[in-house]
C-alpha cells in the first residue's frame, strides 16, 4: 500500500529557532499534499495544501511566513515552522494522495515541543 | 467553506454491542466521506469511506451510511470489540478534506 514517510518523529527546539519536517510519499506520486496540525485531545485542522510546482494555499488563521511550506517534487513536501513560540508545541501530520477523492495517506506525524 | 460536525464526542458502549457515530456537513458539493481511527499518539487510519454516488458501505463489522439530501452520514460498528476503542474522526471533501471534531469510542469488555 501507499506509504508516506514523514520526518523527524519527533523535536524539541527553542523559541525563536526554526524546525523542518519532511513529508515523503514512498511509492507513489503525490500531486497533493496536506499539511494539519493536531493539539491534544483535539481534530485534525487544515494548515495548507501544496500543490507540487506551485504555492501552497494556506487555511484562514495560518500565516504563511510563519509555515513555509515547499513541494518540490512529486514525492517531497516539507514545512518550516519559523521562530517557533511555545503556542506552535503540537502535533503535526502530513498527507498525501495520488489522485483527487482518492484515499488520503498520512506520515506518522511530528511531535514539536518549543521551550 | 466546509464544517463538518460530529457526535457523540464520546461514547462508551458493552462488548459486542453496536456503536453508530454520526456527522453532518455543511458544502454540498462534497464528494468523499471518509472515517479515520487514531489510536493515542499515532496518525489516522482509514478505516472505510465512500463516495456520493454510493447510499451505503460495508466491511465486515463496519458500515457508513450517507444521505446527501440531509448531508450526514454515519458509521456503525457492530460487535465491537475491546480493540475497536480510539478516537473516530469523519471527514467530508469537497475541494480539501475537511475533519470532523472526533468521537472517542471506549468498549469495555
Known amino acids: 500500500g501507499a506509504v508516506v514517510s514523514q520526518h523527524p518523529s519527533w523535536v524539541i527546539c527553542k523559541s525563536g529557532t526554526s524546525v523542518k519536517i519532511e513529508c515523503r510519499s514512498l511509492d507513489f506520486q503525490a500531486t497533493t499534499m496536506f499539511w494539519y496540525r493536531q493539539f491534544p485531545k483535539q481534530s485534525l485542522m487544515l494548515m495548507a495544501t501544496s500543490n507540487e510546482g506551485s504555492k501552497a494555499t494556506y487555511e484562514q488563521g495560518v500565516e504563511k511566513d510563519k509555515f513555509l511550506i515547499n513541494h518540490a517534487s512529486l514525492t517531497l513536501s516539507t514545512l518550516t515552522v519559523t521562530s517557533a513560540h511555545p503556542e506552535d508545541s503540537s502535533f503535526y501530520i502530513c498527507s498525501a494522495r495520488d489522485l483527487r477523492y482518492s484515499p488520503l495517506h498520512f506520515g506518522n506525524g511530528t511531535r514539536l515541543t518549543v521551550t | 467553506g466546509e464544517n463538518v460536525e460530529q457526535h457523540p464526542s464520546t461514547l462508551s458502549v458493552q462488548e459486542g454491542d453496536s456503536a453508530v457515530i454520526k456527522c453532518t456537513y455543511s458544502d454540498s458539493a462534497s464528494n468523499y466521506f471518509p472515517w479515520y481511527k487514531q489510536e493515542l499518539g499515532k496518525r489516522p487510519q482509514l478505516i472505510i469511506d465512500?463516495?456520493?454516488?454510493?447510499g451505503e458501505k460495508k466491511d465486515q463489522r463496519i458500515a457508513v451510511t450517507l444521505n446527501k439530501t440531509a448531508k450526514h452520514f454515519s458509521l456503525h460498528i457492530t460487535e465491537t470489540q475491546p480493540e475497536d476503542s480510539a478516537v473516530y474522526f469523519c471527514?467530508?471533501?469537497?475541494?480539501?478534506?475537511?475533519f470532523g471534531t472526533g468521537t472517542r469510542l471506549q468498549v469495555f469488555p
Open positions: 471527514a467530508a471533501e469537497a475541494d480539501k478534506l475537511i
Open positions: 465512500i463516495r456520493s454516488n454510493v
